[in-house]
């Protein structure tokens, strides 16, 4: 699959999403803070029913949490550990014996979750702002241009010799209905 197609798919399944450009930016937002979270495979679920009970767009919140996917995910949370570490000032490397400790869920929370949710939370306090701004910015000025777009398919292209070519506006299905009954 072509990346450049994925993020322009993206791209316009954002910027096509209904709503006032407030909720989709909200929405968006609420959705990349909870993909920095170590919620792995309820994501999506938590995304959604927050931004419900928000009020802001679920599709856009459905979207957002995707900055961890399976390619990103290492990274993302590789970098949210190290960070959560570093404030907590736990050592950046698996605890003391690691294997035991996932197995047997001895201190898990605590060495592994309680950094990897302090990194997501200093993580995503950056990011979703920036994640807002970008997003609000981006819809408004897409559909400022369809609007534009929109509004010169009102004029047509005529000649005269007076004036040469010109635009003539067409006048919309139901102005000229309206004006043929009287």
Request: with cysteine; charged share 15%.
């Amino acid at each position: 699959m072509n990346p450049r197609k994925v993020l322009r798919y993206l791209y316009y399944r954002c910027v096509r999403i209904h709503g006032k450009p407030r909720e989709v930016a909200m929405g968006l937002a609420l959705g990349l803070v909870v993909g920095l979270t170590p919620t792995m495979g309820f994501q999506m679920p938590v995304a959604v029913v927050l931004a419900a009970a928000m009020g802001q767009s679920k599709l856009a919140a459905a979207l957002g949490v995707w900055v961890t996917n399976p390619l990103t995910a290492p990274v993302v949370y590789g970098a949210t550990y190290v960070l959560g570490a570093l404030v907590l000032g736990q050592p950046i490397r698996p605890p003391d014996g690691f294997l035991r400790t996932i197995a047997s869920l001895d201190g898990l929370t605590s060495e592994i979750f309680l950094p990897l949710w302090v990194g997501g939370a200093l993580l995503a306090a950056p990011v979703a702002p920036l994640g807002y701004w970008l997003t609000y910015q981006t819809v408004v000025a897409y559909r400022l241009k369809a609007h534009h777009r929109r509004a010169r398919k009102l004029h047509r292209w005529r000649w005269n010799a007076h004036d040469g070519w010109h635009r003539v506006p067409v006048r919309p299905p139901e102005a000229a209905e309206e004006g043929g009954r009287g």
